[in-house]
């Protein structure tokens, strides 16, 4: 039959997929099963939610009945996606369609009155969106008042070659109002099924998202977050009916006939339903927290056609890595090297030991290639193009970067990595990268680069980069995960010299030493700004002290740490009662409050990177005082050596000495192990802010 080819053709297979329309993550598996918990399902015979009108008691509901603080909430959310056939085009097309139900209840819920889709976009294919049936009510003297989105009120933007937004801006919405909305999204990529999140910044009363696949697709149905999921999955018959033109001539007539057919398949139905989500807040060291959303993600692992054989994609990480490397844009960009060979030849004569030729190639890829801000790991232009244009994006110059580093004899493979704001890759999926950096192994260790970012140096990458784990990719095609927390802590060394006189104010000299990924990002908080608008965020930072006579060491040299030096003074900065004054020796080092606020905590604590912090601080009494009282020495340690802290202080004559130093040796924290964290924090908290006492003699 035709329908068997069309079937099987319509699947691209040279062409690399598309990443998920919505841009959310798939996740990849991770040892540390501690901080995650998968969703869990209970099996049921689901109710068919009905959909009913608004009506005037709809409005006397002034706050969500599970979460009365919330400024809005989903009354509904309501995914279904399906499969249908384009016999126009000869193949399948994944149409879904969406309804919600908002109600607003406070002016800063307002945002959630624009509702954005994104859509994806090749080179001859795009996914197309229309909204229909938009409204928004309002009570107006005790009667319900309807008012249609118009045309007028939907916006198309381009964001990039690939992608594009389509956003609705709902009209008449006030304090009180009802949003309804309906939109449909058809697509030609088969290769992922929407994400979709039950869980969202407002409550949500129900939400339900419903799947119905033909038998000629596999996907796997990955689930996270920490809530369960009722379920119910069926079977049902289903066809499609094909009408083929047959001419034939007989004598001096052309006969036309039809051959009239149905093709029968049967398609798997898969319905996930909740009720009364709570909401999910942003918190503190959180990373990205759409992690954590409870939510569910599809992606393509095998395709059989009838009289076809069957086609695997992302069955495993071993799979993934094969689709991505065997592809033009990846592998076949990565195996040229006659575009740079004549450049980098004499930068290399020199170089004797990997370290010099690693650092040598690095510098000489930032200095020559500017980053176009797209997050990737495929090539949109090609890196011989990229390198004269001398801009690309982040496959381009990362590619490019392990294409030199294997010219010059070292063992260099590239890393698909999920960075922070894609989230964490756990299931096996093309769509679970977004990002490629690359590594050289030099000895026994195994050093990152990312040339996208002008302050980054080997080992030291960006914080969106510092996302759990990478996936290298070798030269074969095989691949193997690589850790991408950092395991070295990033210093902090600070000075303070400074003298208090009795009228209360302070004037001092500070000097702040920073390595490693606080030194990457200090660079980037303060190289290229004037000095005036840096130092105007500094006094900001430190309490309102005024700064002055401000230096930086090492701005540009991105492999040694970054100095800066500066003179400050506050007047009225010490707390005059009687004759006695107080002050707390720390200043503006010292940490205001306690960012651990919450009793319990269902997430990890994300620092990113471990750290390591050391105060050294100097100060001269003023004449005719004495010290009264001085915080006591403390030492602090956690269990498992999560963190620990120091604090001594000593008084000589008309001077004090403080010393303090911190760790915390751990870049991600546990849930278990929150309590812990916590109390350590608030008794680190309370110790910086302890104030010392003069008395006037």
């Known amino acids: 039959m035709k329908i068997t080819d069309s079937f099987a053709n319509k699947l691209p297979n040279s062409t690399p997929p598309k990443p998920c329309w919505s841009r959310k993550p798939n996740l990849m598996k991770t040892k540390l099963t501690i901080v995650f918990v998968l969703l869990f399902a209970l099996s049921f015979a689901q109710k068919k939610y009905e959909i009913q009108k608004v009506n005037a008691a709809d409005f006397t509901k002034t706050k969500c009945d599970f979460e009365p603080s919330a400024e809005a909430e989903y009354l509904y959310k309501i995914g279904d996606v399906k499969f249908e056939y384009d016999k126009n085009d000869g193949g399948f097309k994944i149409v879904t369609k969406v309804k919600g139900r908002i109600k607003i209840y406070q002016k800063d819920a307002y945002r959630f009155a624009n509702i954005e889709v994104p859509y994806y976009q090749s080179s001859n294919k795009r996914e197309k969106i229309s909204f229909d049936n938009c409204y928004t009510y309002n009570l107006v003297n005790g009667q319900v008042e309807k008012t249609k989105l118009k045309s007028e009120g939907i916006f198309d933007t381009k964001e990039n070659k690939f992608w594009g937004q389509k956003k609705a801006v709902m009209p008449n919405v006030k304090e009180g109002s009802i949003i309804e909305y309906e939109y449909t999204i058809e697509s030609p990529f088969l290769f992922n099924l929407p994400d979709w999140y039950f869980q969202a910044e407002i409550p949500v009363v129900y939400s339900e998202f419903k799947t119905t696949i033909p038998e000629y697709f596999t996907f796997s149905h990955n689930q996270r977050g920490f809530l369960p999921l009722e379920i119910e999955t069926t079977t049902r018959q289903s066809s499609v009916h094909f009408s083929d033109k047959n001419r034939s001539d007989e004598g001096y007539v052309t006969k036309t006939t039809y051959d009239e057919y149905d093709v029968k398949f049967v398609e798997n139905v898969s319905k996930y339903g909740i009720s009364n989500v709570r909401s999910l807040k942003e918190e503190k060291y959180m990373g990205n927290f759409r992690n954590y959303i409870c939510s569910i993600s599809h992606e393509l692992m095998m395709t059989k056609f009838p009289n076809s054989t069957v086609k695997t994609y992302s069955t495993d990480w071993d799979a993934v890595a094969r689709n991505i490397h065997e592809s033009d844009d990846f592998g076949g960009e990565l195996s040229k090297?006659?575009?740079?060979?004549?450049?980098?030849?004499?930068?290399?004569?020199?170089?004797?030991?990997?370290?010099?030729?690693?650092?040598?190639?690095?510098?000489?890829?930032?200095?020559?290639?500017?980053?176009?801000?797209?997050?990737?790991?495929?090539?949109?232009?090609?890196?011989?193009?990229?390198?004269?244009?001398?801009?690309?994006?982040?496959?381009?110059?990362?590619?490019?970067?392990?294409?030199?580093?294997?010219?010059?004899?070292?063992?260099?493979?590239?890393?698909?990595?999920?960075?922070?704001?894609?989230?964490?890759?756990?299931?096996?999926?093309?769509?679970?990268?977004?990002?490629?950096?690359?590594?050289?192994?030099?000895?026994?260790?195994?050093?990152?680069?990312?040339?996208?970012?002008?302050?980054?140096?080997?080992?030291?990458?960006?914080?969106?980069?510092?996302?759990?784990?990478?996936?290298?990719?070798?030269?074969?095609?095989?691949?193997?995960?690589?850790?991408?927390?950092?395991?070295?802590?990033?210093?902090?060394?600070?000075?303070?010299?400074?003298?208090?006189?009795?009228?209360?104010?302070?004037?001092?000299?500070?000097?702040?030493?920073?390595?490693?990924?606080?030194?990457?990002?200090?660079?980037?908080?303060?190289?290229?700004?004037?000095?005036?608008?840096?130092?105007?965020?500094?006094?900001?930072?430190?309490?309102?002290?005024?700064?002055?006579?401000?230096?930086?060491?090492?701005?540009?040299?991105?492999?040694?740490?970054?100095?800066?030096?500066?003179?400050?003074?506050?007047?009225?900065?010490?707390?005059?009662?009687?004759?006695?004054?107080?002050?707390?020796?720390?200043?503006?080092?010292?940490?205001?409050?306690?960012?651990?606020?919450?009793?319990?905590?269902?997430?990890p604590v994300d620092f990113v990177y471990p750290t390591r912090g050391k105060y050294l601080v100097m100060v001269d009494l003023p004449e005719g005082y004495a010290v009264e009282s001085l915080p006591t020495g403390t030492s602090l340690a956690t269990e498992e050596s999560l963190g620990t802290f120091k604090y001594s202080i000593a008084a000589n004559g008309p001077k004090l000495q403080i010393m303090v130093n911190y760790e915390i040796n751990q870049a991600l924290v546990p849930t278990q192990s929150y309590p812990m964290l916590r109390d350590f924090y608030q008794k680190m908290v309370d110790k910086q802010n302890e104030k010392v006492v003069l008395k006037k003699i």
């Open 337 to 603: 090297t006659g575009y740079f060979e004549e450049q980098l030849k004499p930068l290399l004569a020199s170089a004797q030991k990997p370290e010099e030729k690693v650092l040598l190639i690095c510098e000489f890829v930032k200095a020559n290639m500017k980053w176009n801000g797209r997050k990737t790991y495929w090539c949109d232009e090609g890196v011989k193009s990229a390198f004269k244009q001398k801009t690309g994006n982040a496959a381009e110059i990362n590619l490019m970067l392990t294409s030199m580093l294997r010219f010059a004899g070292l063992d260099a493979n590239p890393v698909l990595v999920s960075t922070r704001s894609h989230g964490i890759s756990l299931f096996p999926a093309t769509a679970a990268f977004d990002f490629v950096v690359s590594s050289v192994k030099i000895g026994e260790n195994l050093v990152l680069l990312d040339a996208t970012d002008p302050y980054s140096s080997p080992g030291i990458l960006p914080a969106r980069d510092l996302n759990w784990r990478g996936l290298l990719v070798d030269k074969n095609g095989k691949s193997r995960d690589v850790s991408m927390l950092p395991n070295d802590a990033a210093n902090s060394n600070m000075t303070l010299v400074y003298k208090v006189n009795p009228m209360g104010n302070i004037e001092g000299k500070m000097r702040r030493q920073l390595s490693a990924h606080k030194a990457l990002e200090h660079r980037v908080k303060s190289v290229g700004k004037k000095d005036e608008a840096y130092l105007e965020e500094l006094e900001n930072d430190f309490r309102k002290f005024e700064l002055s006579d401000y230096k930086r060491e090492n701005e540009k040299e991105c492999h040694k740490d970054f100095i800066e030096s500066c003179a400050f003074k506050k007047d009225g900065a010490v707390e005059i009662i009687g004759d006695r004054l107080y002050f707390s020796p720390l200043l503006f080092f010292a940490e205001a409050e306690n960012p651990f606020k919450m009793e319990t905590r269902d997430y």
